[in-house]
């Protein structure tokens, strides 16, 4: 997603377990959901009839769900019944969990259905509110874990499962949700119902629904996949205009990446409580996203990367997010360096080379961070987003075009509708490109700090030999290649590259008369935007 815009004050995290090894409820494998879900106009209240599907990878005599309790606002999920084939179960429903007692023990691999009957005003989760044309409207925000305000789930990501919405609600309103349309009927008074299905597995952080009076446009296919535009009806010509930037985005993924893995692609101005929100083949934006100007290009290039990052291969856990937010700015800076050239590119990164430096002096921790907790909006932060796109941005550099975007697509087929972690990814680079990449990995993913650099020079004429020192100031001592460039860049200057691998590194270099000592009054550093650091150029 991208974060900033309308933050909601109340998020409610209940327990989810962190750090790679905690599993959270580990005892079920989820295979499918269905959620029959009844909106209506009269008030905010949702009546829901959950049918989920789980395989048992232990025995066991008792399974739980999460759904939030009602809270002290009067908002919450009161659950009506729990059965197993037509059976009544006994169950609780405390802390946000529903725990169902078993009549009969579970066996290893065994799958069962249970259905949950539950009604109530959701907390969070689904936004019940009005558009900014004073509409009322009903939107699905599920990130990180907050599905579990209105269906009951395994609500972590690592548990995918493939999901249905069976969404009845009064005729007026049109309804999106993942997957495609297998069904829609009028119903009595004045309802209708609309069935979407999603046989791809997902994490219940990208499941959603929709439901608002909207207008909607299919600008076109792109490799057989319909894309479509679901905009309010007062700006239908400019949002169908903006959002059919949709068209060019996909086929730079699907050429770089890989096949896009759901059979549709909706564009959903929204209410979210992010600029946007990657919801699995229904993205939905923020309301002011629309303008008619398709100044929204970058925001619907990072959410539908997403697609592949994020909702296809997913991170295994919290901490990996990077996997998501850092290749959703990376992919966003190369799909807009393709289209307008690399001096967008450096542009981007630059920028986002600023932010990071910032972002490290308040706060040191690194970008794979076990320390969040239950605050997962914490990790919506610099360190995922623009500091793990610049990781992806130093891998290429590293590794060339070739190899870099081999390797992309080897992690993308490799994790396609599963789970990873930082490790996996680095497992397939490593082998396509042969090289062993611990030590990259391990000090711009799993260490706190960029390096600071103090690069103090000499130049002297009559050897034409420049003496450099270069001093790395963090505690952590980085290795890497310095580039740094002798007069104007690209000019009539010329650049040079230095490995650097201890704390000081001296060298001398001889100019060889390339250069009229006029123009030797000038070094740079890292002039091509290759490298994530700071630094000082000193003349001695
Ligand atoms: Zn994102």
């Known amino acids: 997603m991208l974060k900033q815009i309308l933050f909601a004050a109340c998020l409610l995290f209940a327990g989810a377990s962190f750090g790679q090894q905690a599993l959270y409820n580990p005892s079920i494998d989820v295979q499918h959901y269905e959620f029959n879900v009844r909106v209506s106009d009269a008030n905010d209240s949702l009546y829901g009839r959950a049918v989920i599907t789980v395989r048992f990878t232990e025995k066991t005599n008792a399974v739980h769900f999460d759904l939030m309790n009602i809270n002290d606002t009067a908002r919450g999920m009161t659950v009506v019944s729990v059965k197993e084939n037509g059976k009544t179960l006994p169950f609780t429903h405390r802390s946000n969990v529903i725990n169902i007692s078993l009549e009969k023990n579970t066996g290893v691999n065994e799958i069962r259905t249970f259905e949950i009957v539950y009604m109530g005003i959701p907390a969070d989760g689904l936004i019940i509110s009005k558009n900014k044309f004073g509409h009322r409207t009903m939107f699905g925000d599920n990130w990180p874990n907050r599905a579990r305000n209105w269906i009951p789930c395994k609500d972590h990501l690592s548990d995918k499962a493939s999901v249905e919405f069976i969404v009845s609600a009064p005729n007026h309103y049109k309804v999106v949700a993942n997957g495609i349309k297998v069904e829609e009927k009028e119903l009595a008074d004045h309802f209708h119902l609309t069935h979407w299905k999603e046989d791809v597995p997902l994490p219940t952080k990208v499941m959603v629904i929709g439901v608002a009076d909207f207008a909607v446009d299919y600008p076109g296919e792109v490799s057989g996949i319909p894309v479509s535009s679901w ?7 400019k949002g169908f205009h903006d959002y059919s930037q949709a068209l060019e985005i996909l086929p730079f993924y699907i050429k770089n990446v890989g096949p896009y893995s759901y059979k549709k692609l909706a564009n959903v101005q929204s209410k979210t409580i992010f600029g946007g929100m990657e919801n699995a083949g229904a993205i939905f934006y923020y309301e002011g996203s629309v303008t008619g100007t398709r100044k929204s290009e970058a925001l619907l290039a990072h959410e539908i990367a997403h697609q592949w990052f994020g909702d296809a291969a997913t991170e295994a856990d919290w901490p990996h997010i990077w996997l998501s937010e850092g290749f959703a700015t990376e992919m966003t800076h190369l799909y807009l360096e ?45 360190n995922s987003y623009q500091k793990g796109g610049w990781v992806l941005h130093m891998l290429r550099n590293e590794l060339g075009d070739k190899i870099f ?28 490109s042969g090289k062993n990449l611990d030590v990259f990995f391990k000090q711009w993913l799993y260490t706190p700090e960029n390096p600071t650099l103090k690069f103090t020079w000499s130049y002297d004429e009559a050897t034409k030999n420049l003496t450099a020192t270069v001093e790395q100031l963090t505690n952590t001592v980085f290795v890497f290649n310095l580039r740094y460039a002798i007069g104007k860049p690209g000019g009539d200057g010329i650049t040079k590259s230095v490995a650097i691998n201890q704390r000081i590194t001296t060298f001398t270099t001889n100019l060889d008369g390339k250069l009229p000592i006029d123009k030797v009054a000038n070094v740079s550093l890292d002039p091509f935007c290759e490298l994530l650091f700071e630094g000082t150029v000193l003349k001695k």
């Open 231 to 237: 905009i309010f009806p007062e700006q239908k010509e």
């Open 338 to 382: 393709s289209k307008y050239g690399r001096d967008t590119l450096v542009k981007a990164l630059e920028a986002d080379r600023r932010t990071v430096i910032a972002f490290t002096k308040r706060k040191k921790v690194p970008v794979v961070d076990t320390s969040a907790g239950t605050n997962i909006m914490q990790l919506l932060n610099t």
């Open 405 to 432: 975007w081999k390797a992309v697509q080897e992690y993308y087929a490799g994790f396609r509708n599963k789970n990873a972690y930082t490790k996996d990814l680095q497992q397939v680079f490593e082998k396509v």
